[in-house]
């Protein structure tokens, strides 16, 4: 979706407009839950964070200050939601997606999306969200909620590992 449209439903959506808030969620509902997915390895607890995400987003779009920042917003609450199940369930903060996602992203490069899910948590994310998500450099810094310093370090690292396990 492009910005401009996304940053027009956003305010629209905040006006109250709730074909503009269907919309948003019809873009952004299969993306979202891909992320989820990608995080705790579980297709219900990525749907539920992605729902409960939705209910509050629905009740708190008013407050974001800035329309341009719904993308980041959206992930970095899944994010938060995805961590909070795994507390709730037991599981250690370190989240990791134990079934291929290769199926859920109906892609051809089976191979490298099963060395992606061999890198460490950190650079599986920033690898995720920069070239699965196309999310920008500033986007991944608010939805990881570190410096973007340390975003481009964690993709350097990650194309580095990439590398090594190709070769």
């Not at 439903?9 to 019809?26: C, H, P, T």
């Amino acid at each position: 979706m492009k910005t401009s449209r996304e940053e027009l439903l956003v305010i629209s959506a905040q006006a109250g407009n709730e074909v503009a808030l269907a919309e948003l969620y019809q873009n952004f509902y299969q993306p979202l839950v891909k992320f989820a997915y990608k995080l705790c390895g579980h297709h219900d607890w990525a749907q539920d964070a992605v729902q409960d995400v939705w209910l509050d987003a629905a009740r708190k779009l008013r407050k974001l200050n800035d329309p341009k920042a719904f993308r980041s917003w959206m992930f970095r609450a899944v994010r938060w939601r995805c961590i909070d199940l795994a507390r709730k369930a037991g599981k250690s903060q370190q989240l990791n997606g134990e079934e291929n996602i290769a199926q859920e992203m109906q892609t051809q490069d089976f191979g490298l999306l099963k060395l992606i899910d061999e890198l460490p948590e950190v650079e599986r994310q920033a690898i995720y969200l920069f070239y699965l998500e196309e999310m920008s450099l500033a986007e991944i810094s608010i939805v990881l909620e570190v410096p973007q310093g340390t975003i481009k370090s964690r993709l350097n690292r990650a194309r580095n590992h990439l590398k090594e396990l190709l070769t």
